[in-house]
């Protein structure tokens, strides 16, 4: 619960207490209506006038405590920011007997404590199986006006006197004029009827709250457990399509070994005057290197070598096919840009993966595709603004599951993107409007960075 609706709760509680204690002074005319009620049935020998006043007796008493004790709830609540453990029940169970006592001060009237303390304890009782949070308020104040109807009426059984129960002076002259017209035999079978119906339901009331908060908690577990299995599923999934790709680039080396030894073969056979055929030879050469040099950086993932954003950009631009004429493609690096601490291979991919993205959105419509490289006093900032369709507000909470798309690809696209750029210590955000533009924004820390924090 937070600070302010806890606050709440509290004023709540202190005025619905203050109202409940100023209540029997307040409502005198039902007073002397229940007196009056009490002296008609008298002389008139009326049971029908005593059933009257005695529902009338208990709507009041009824009112009054709930008011009381819901009062002191939402104050239990709002000084104990709880509302079940032993700390909520104990400063529950004093505040209730202080407020019983402050009324026996305030009126004329007695209420004795044994009936209040059983009211208390059942309350509580019933208010340990309440679970559901959000309406535990309305669940609990539906419980006390059952708890305090059956109590009332407990107080109204004459063969209960002896022990505490309905010494107040309504109680005690209701109970003398029913032994006077019936003999107690009245209220005696009206009062355990209406008790034990009070009581009976709202132990159903519990009971049903309980085996729908169990039901809720169920579903809740299903959920999670749902969610655990499918990211399970996904991190195997990733993981046997991480180990065949891993496979396939270390299975690349021994034909690129073969590949490197042929060439080599071929230019020792062939005529050294030849500059043209000798320089084929060598880009052949610093080809292969590169590809060895990418194996190698896509085998050992943990792998980071300084580079220039420029290079690095370069590297990525020279991956991707921009013939498309109905594309404009803007670079804009602002200077200066600090060097950053990357796998090449890996980050190269990763943003060919958005910019490649872009390019697929903007296959029928055409556009322009602007990527940006700023640097701030910690970070390169690599952002990637296509004018395409856009992505639903939907879309977008799921852009990052594994096998999710909205262009029925593979779907593996962004979630590999957001582990590269995780894996060196950076963020990726995706912004879009749709029918406006897609924005995607790359933070990697830069050396400049690194050197000044340490």
Same mark, same amino acid.
């Not at 619905?16 to 007196?35: D, V």
């Not at 006592?101 to 007695?110: F, G, M, R």
């Not at 556009?367 to 640097?375: N, Q, S």
């Given at each position: ?214 039901? /809720?908690? %169920?579903?809740?577990?299903?959920? #999670?457990?749902? &969610?655990? =299995?499918?990211?399970? +599923?996904? @991190? ?15 299975? /690349?080396? %021994?034909?690129?070994?073969?590949? #490197?030894?042929? &060439?080599? =073969?071929?230019?020792? +056979?062939? @005529? ?183």
């Amino acid at each position: 619960m937070n600070r302010k609706m806890n606050g709440a709760w509290g004023i709540s509680g202190f005025v619905l207490l203050f109202y409940g204690m100023l209540f029997p002074a307040l409502s005198t005319e039902w007073s002397g209506f229940i007196f009056e009620k009490i002296e008609i049935s008298m002389q008139g020998e009326d049971s029908g006038q005593l059933l009257v006043v005695t529902f009338s007796y208990i709507a009041r008493n009824a009112i009054t405590f709930t008011m009381i004790y819901f009062g002191i709830m939402l104050l239990t609540k709002y000084m104990t920011n709880t509302a079940r453990d032993l700390l909520f029940q104990s400063v529950f169970l004093v505040q209730a007997v202080i407020a019983i006592y402050t009324l026996n001060i305030l009126y004329s009237e007695y209420y004795a404590y044994l009936p209040h303390l059983l009211t208390v304890v059942c309350i509580l009782l019933f208010n340990r199986q309440l679970h559901a949070e959000r309406y535990h308020s309305l669940l609990f104040f539906i419980l006390l006006l059952l708890t305090i109807g059956a109590m009332q009426w407990l107080n109204l059984t004459p063969s209960l006197s002896r022990y505490g129960f309905g010494q107040n002076d309504f109680a005690v002259s209701l109970k003398a004029v029913d032994e006077y017209l019936t003999g107690q035999s009245l209220l005696n079978s009206m009062s355990i009827i209406f008790f034990l119906a009070f009581i009976f339901i709202a132990l159903i009331f519990t009971m049903l709250i309980r085996l729908f908060s169990n039901q /809720l908690e %169920t579903q809740r577990l299903f959920h #999670e457990q749902g &969610i655990e =299995l499918q990211k399970t +599923k996904d @991190d195997l999934i990733e993981s046997k399509v991480y180990q065949e790709m891993h496979t396939l680039v270390h299975d /690349l080396k %021994t034909p690129l070994v073969s590949v #490197e030894g042929l &060439i080599s =073969l071929m230019e020792m +056979k062939a @005529d050294a005057s030849d500059t043209k055929t000798m320089n084929y030879y060598e880009r052949i050469h610093q080809s292969i290197s590169k590809m060895k040099d990418m194996i190698a950086d896509m085998l050992s993932e943990d792998v980071r070598n300084e580079i220039e954003i420029e290079e690095l950009m370069d590297y990525v631009l020279s991956h991707l096919s921009m013939d498309e004429q109905s594309i404009e493609f803007e670079l804009i690096t602002e200077d200066p840009v600090p060097t950053i601490q990357v796998n090449k291979i890996r980050m190269a991919r990763a943003i060919s993966n958005i910019i490649e993205n872009s390019l697929i959105y903007l296959h029928e419509t055409g556009g322009k595709i602007t990527v940006t490289v700023r640097a701030t006093e910690a970070h390169v900032s690599i952002e990637v603004i296509d004018d395409g369709p856009g992505i639903d507000k939907e879309d977008l909470l799921h852009i990052w599951k594994e096998g999710f798309s909205t262009k029925n690809s593979s779907g593996i696209g962004l979630p590999f993107v957001k582990r590269v750029i995780e894996n060196h210590q950076g963020t990726i955000n995706v912004a879009s409007i749709p029918g406006s533009h897609t924005k995607t924004t790359i933070t990697l820390p830069h050396q400049q960075g690194k050197e000044a924090v340490s």
